[in-house]
């Protein structure tokens, strides 16, 4: 297993700053950070319009399990996700295996992890109104919350804390601080 792998995973209707905030982010932390597009083109549409090139699209047969899966939010983006069968199945194997780390954001938590039943018993985050989805989750008055396999993050302005927690879980504090310190982070 390598920690210090991840696939950001993109569906018609992300949002933006969750999708490349954490790839930015973790290569910057020395991580291979892959974006996979969920539909059968690897240009897929932000919520707000703006299109990304995904370096793959979804072929479960070549992501590897262990590493991170990555889970940007946004309307509908993340019910796109939920949708897609083949990830589900993916997010699945993740969850059962030894080392493999799953990180989601805004609605994701919620319309994926949580509507999926993994979040249950645990201390978790999502965007505010989407609580209904947290099936069994005790919700935290934080932005971003770890709990086991999970970094969670509650929507588009903690996506920098929450891309800094992964590279701090996965990479260990002093790369996080680096990659804090070297983007300015609390310099100002």
């Not at 549409?45 to 992501?63: C, F, R, Y």
């Not at 262990?66 to 699945?92: F, S, V």
């Not at 990180?103 to 249950?120: E, F, K, R, T």
């Not at 978790?124 to 919350?145: D, K, L, Q, R, S």
Request: hydrophobic share 45%; with cysteine; charged share 20%.
């Amino acid at each position: 297993m390598n920690t210090n792998e991840a696939y950001v995973f993109l569906a018609e209707g992300f949002e933006l700053i969750e999708a490349m905030t954490p790839v930015d982010v973790l290569r910057r932390a020395g991580m291979t950070v892959t974006t996979v597009s969920i539909t059968s083109d690897k240009l897929v549409k932000s919520a707000n319009g703006v299109s990304v090139k995904a370096d793959m699209t979804l072929d479960p047969e070549k992501i590897k399990i262990g590493g991170w899966l990555i889970l940007p939010g946004g309307l509908p983006g993340a019910t796109n996700l939920y949708d897609c069968l083949p990830l589900r199945e993916l997010i699945k194997k993740q969850y059962e295996s030894a080392e493999g780390m799953i990180a989601s954001i805004c609605a994701s938590p919620a319309m994926v992890l949580g509507q999926l039943g993994y979040l249950d018993g645990r201390t978790a985050i999502c965007y505010p109104g989407c609580e209904e989805y947290m099936h069994g989750a005790t919700i935290a008055n934080t932005g971003v919350t770890v709990d086991e396999k999970f970094v969670l993050g509650a929507g588009p302005a903690l996506a920098l804390p929450w891309s800094l927690k992964i590279a701090e879980v996965a990479c260990g504090a002093e790369v996080a601080k680096q990659v804090a310190d070297g983007m300015l982070v609390n310099r100002y």
